[in-house]
């Protein structure tokens, strides 16, 4: 079990090096400010995740790692095909909010699988610090859906 759950860690760890390399070119290339800010907002907060990953890693013994996920790297090819090819604006915004919404969704299932992990392992802990991440992804998932609502009104009027 310990295995596995070390495993799902090396796993989020790159998955969170993979949002921090690729996370500023999604607000950059957004055009609402709002857009911007939760982007950048989520960007320091990734940042924070990626240290608390660290130290699961460290209360488990064990040396940060990365186990590299095929799956975050064809989010993020998708997010990169909308800034190519959707033009500026509203349509945009909403394209890349659809892109962060599956990265989030990805996120909490993997950080909610580690934490059911951490807990069968007896490791409190960890499946604390799990939890607090998974905590602020799924808040940072319902920020975005809030920025697609008021995005998609401003295209329907």
């Given amino acids: 079990m310990e295995e596995l759950l070390l495993n799902k860690l090396k796993a989020l760890y790159d998955i ?7 996370l500023p070119k999604l607000a950059e290339a957004a055009t609402d400010n709002d857009l911007k800010k939760v982007l950048n907002d989520h960007l320091k907060e990734t940042k924070d995740q990626s240290k608390r990953l660290e130290e699961a890693f460290k209360l488990l013994g064990e040396t940060p790692d990365r186990l590299e996920s095929e799956a975050i790297r064809g989010l993020v090819k998708d997010a990169e095909w909308c800034v190519e090819n959707i033009e500026e604006g509203d349509q945009l915004d909403l394209a890349l909010i659809g892109a962060a ?57």
């Fill in 16 to 22: 969170e090096s993979v949002i921090i390399d690729n």
């Fill in 101 to 157: 919404s599956y990265v989030e969704h990805y996120e909490m299932a993997g950080y909610n699988s580690a934490r059911m992990l951490a807990e069968a392992s007896a490791e409190s802990e960890v499946a604390d610090l799990l939890d607090a991440t998974f905590t602020e992804e799924e808040t940072a998932d319902m920020k975005l859906s809030d920025l697609a609502t008021i995005i998609s009104g401003r295209l329907s009027s």
